[in-house]
């Protein structure tokens, strides 16, 4: 037994484990959710615009009090088996008939509640993770990007199994997602109750009012303009997040190829791995370079510091997004395309994260990381989706993408509007974050001092506005 734990140690084997199969349960809706509604539930595209971005909005305040509550009873691995098994629950009520037809909008309460839990998991297990490294001295924080890595092939693979599991050619049957929720959620619930303990320490210090937080975050000049780039990015990551999927499988109708008989038995088997799944593929090609940048940001940010890797991301979001506008949906070879197309998504996440993550935390004076963090992540997420509803509601309003009905060309059409906009918002995204960083603070390539100085002056604002 002493020696599996020295094991544990020195490879941190429990954030691993911890990481992988808490997110084959989490990521159980997050790639089809979407489609799940539309196909499931006779839900539109107007539907998705009217109500996902409210929803999303409501659940930063849930997540809030969540994160409120785990503060002040400091039971973090309970916290985050009770979301679980609630989002497990909520999940196998929307095959039940006689709740979900309740009233016409039953389905979008569940969804709510579902989501409201389901979200509350990232955070709450980053923070018991990061407790958990810090308390071994070797590790530290410093290690947790690398833990974050088995997260993200636990995504990869529930996307893989997920499709498997629902989609039969081209049609969509959904039922067996309640059999991979219960499977997943007992692995998962067991492995967290069992291997991750809260420290004894957790919850009896005492907070700082929330909403006082806030506000004193919200007085410093430099923090706000970094929020407000984050909301911009935001805007375009959760639109996409929203339509991309439905995208694909509506309007692209991504399918493999017919592969030659001619080819060796073993390549077939090989091509036909990536090809029986397109969007889960689509989804493989967009975590390569996602998980290269992130084993690799360390280095990264100690040579060209934290600013010039948010300014390369935004790049790689115009390059992508301008990429999709470009493609024609009729072209034989879009599933090649998009896995290409992809490829810069894992580029734009895997720099664009942790540099946020760590500015949001510099930007601001040290007994306000948390709630930086808090601030931060809500603005990424749920008041990007909110943007998002205000700013694409009409475009994919009931007139113009209502059922079967409509032609593809008009929905194509559609979507490569959505794109252009998206083109937009990056770009002036882009030419904002150059004007205050590149030459108001002129901070250069190798400029890390005079990206240090920025932060210093940064913290200096937020103490004389306190």
């Known amino acids: 037994m002493e020696s599996i734990k ?5 490879f941190l084997i429990t954030p691993k484990i911890l990481y992988f199969f808490v997110n084959l349960q989490y990521y159980t809706l997050h790639q089809f959710r979407g489609v799940f509604a539309k196909k499931k539930f006779g839900a539109t595209d107007g539907d998705l615009a009217k109500y996902m971005g409210p929803m999303l909005g409501t659940i930063f305040f849930t997540n809030i009090f969540i994160g409120t509550m785990n503060d002040k009873f400091g039971r973090s691995h309970l916290f985050i088996v009770g979301a679980l098994l609630l989002t497990c629950a909520l999940l196998q009520l929307f095959y039940v008939e006689p709740y979900v037809g309740i009233f016409p909008g039953m389905f979008w309460i569940n969804l709510l509640l579902y989501m409201a839990f389901n979200n509350g998991i990232p955070p709450l297990l980053d923070k018991a993770v990061l407790d958990y490294l ?7 924080a410093r290690a947790y990007g690398k833990q974050k890595l088995w997260g993200t ?3 990869g693979l529930s ?3 997920i499709e498997k599991c629902i989609k039969f050619g081209d049609e969509f049957k959904f039922g067996n997602l309640r059999y991979y929720s219960l499977v997943t ?3 998962s619930s067991i492995l967290v109750f069992s291997l991750l303990k809260s420290p004894a320490t957790e919850g009896r210090t005492a907070r700082r009012d929330i909403m006082a937080n806030c506000k004193e975050l919200m007085r410093n000049g430099s923090y706000l303009f970094f929020i407000l780039m984050i909301l911009l990015n935001g805007i375009t990551r959760q639109a996409l997040s929203i339509y991309h999927t439905v995208y694909l499988t509506d309007v692209l109708q991504i399918k493999g190829y017919d592969l030659p008989s001619s080819w060796p038995y073993w390549l077939q088997y090989l091509v036909e791995f990536f090809n029986e799944s397109p969007v889960a593929t689509t989804t493989f090609c967009g975590m390569v370079f996602e998980v290269v940048m992130l084993y690799n940001f360390p280095a990264i940010s100690k040579r060209i510091g934290l600013v010039w890797p948010f300014f390369i991301a935004q790049l790689f979001q115009i390059f992508r997004v301008g990429c999709y506008f470009l493609l024609d949906y009729n072209d034989p070879n879009v599933f090649l395309y998009c896995c290409l197309i992809e490829l810069t998504r894992g580029m734009y996440f895997g720099l664009l994260q942790p540099s946020a993550v760590q500015l949001a935390m510099n930007l601001c004076p040290p007994h306000l990381k948390s ?3 808090m601030i931060y992540h809500g603005t990424f ?6 943007a998002t509803t205000l700013v694409f509601g009409n475009l994919f309003s009931e007139d113009k993408m209502k059922g079967k009905d409509i032609p593809i060309e008009d929905r194509a059409a559609n979507y490569k509007m959505f ?5 937009c918002f990056a770009s002036v995204t882009t030419g904002l974050f150059v004007y205050k960083y590149f030459i108001l603070d002129r901070i250069s390539r190798h400029g890390t001092d005079q990206e240090k100085k920025a932060i210093i002056e940064s913290q200096e604002e937020a103490i004389t506005n306190k």
């Open 134 to 140: 810090n308390g071994i001295p070797e590790a530290g």
């Open 381 to 386: 997420t749920a008041l990007g989706s909110l």
């Open 159 to 161: 996307c893989k199994v």
């Open 371 to 373: 709630t930086s963090q």
């Open 185 to 187: 959620t007992a692995l």
């Open 419 to 423: 794109f252009f906009v998206n083109i």
């Open 153 to 155: 092939a636990g995504y």
């Open 6 to 10: 020295k094991i544990n140690r020195k």
